[in-house]
């Protein structure tokens, strides 16, 4: 059974940075594509960042250039450095996993996702 656990969520001043981190068990960790995406209340769930089992990655414009997604197969763990923070990245953020090989476009799309966290709430206040 796949199982994922993001944790490193919290409240922080606009400018400074956050590591959430999604520990993952249940499945071939290093054969997934793993992603971020994130919900604000009343709006709908988006994609972050996402990285394939190949490393590649694939980031929103939004976050490009301040966020970084990472993984350590060793670890099980999936990881996305937030620099810079913003009000608007307030959110909870969630990880999610599926197969591997999906396009930049289906990488951040919440529906080609079947394996997901309870989500972390990440809050920047300005």
């Known amino acids: 059974q796949v199982q994922l656990v993001e944790s490193g969520g919290g409240s922080v001043q606009a400018g400074g940075s956050l590591r959430l981190s999604c520990a993952a068990s249940?499945?071939?960790?290093?054969?997934?594509?793993m992603g971020w995406f994130r919900q604000a209340p009343g709006k709908e769930r988006e994609g972050v960042a996402a990285i394939d089992s190949d490393g590649s990655t694939t980031y929103a414009d939004s976050v490009k250039g301040r966020f970084i997604i990472s993984k350590d197969n060793a670890k099980n763990t999936l990881y996305l450095q937030m620099n810079s923070l913003k009000p608007e990245d307030t959110a909870m953020y969630y990880c999610a996993a599926d197969r591997a090989g999906m396009t930049a476009i289906q990488a951040l799309d919440v529906i080609e996702y079947n394996y997901w966290g309870q989500g972390t709430q990440v809050t920047v206040s300005s």
């Open positions: 249940g499945y071939t960790y290093a054969s997934y594509s």
